[in-house]
């Protein structure tokens, strides 16, 4: 059974850091892409960062200089390093996996609260 179990979250002063973590566990085959989305309050669910087995990565506009996404492709861990954080950073941070086939499983979540 796939797991996705992110950490790493919490409350953080605006232009402050974090790390959050991924772990990938009972893996059905290879894993193609890796990325991070988040959800505001009262918002929609969006993407974040994207990683791909080969270290393509993209971002989205709003995080991109500040946020960094990396993987450990040999433990199947997926890293965001987030720096100079922002109140509108604070939301729910997903884990989500594509493996072959395209095959697609989400974690469960883990707060990230920015105090101004």
């Known amino acids: 059974q796939v797991q996705l179990v992110e950490s790493g979250g919490g409350l953080v002063q605006a232009g402050g850091s974090l790390r959050l973590s991924c772990v990938v566990s009972?893996?059905?085959?290879?894993?193609?892409?890796m990325g991070w989305y988040r959800q505001a309050p009262g918002k929609e669910r969006e993407l974040a960062a994207n990683?791909?087995?080969?270290?393509?990565?993209n971002y989205a506009d709003s995080v991109k200089g500040r946020f960094t996404i990396s993987r450990d492709n040999a433990r199947n861990i997926l890293y965001l390093q987030m720096n100079s954080v922002k109140s509108e950073d604070t939301g729910v941070y997903y884990c989500?996996?594509?493996?072959?086939?395209?095959?697609?499983?989400w974690g469960q979540g883990t707060q990230v609260t920015v105090s101004s």
């Open positions: 990683i791909w087995r080969d270290g393509t990565t």
């Open positions: 989500r996996v594509v493996f072959d086939l395209n095959r697609i499983y």
């Open positions: 009972g893996s059905p085959g290879s894993i193609n892409r």
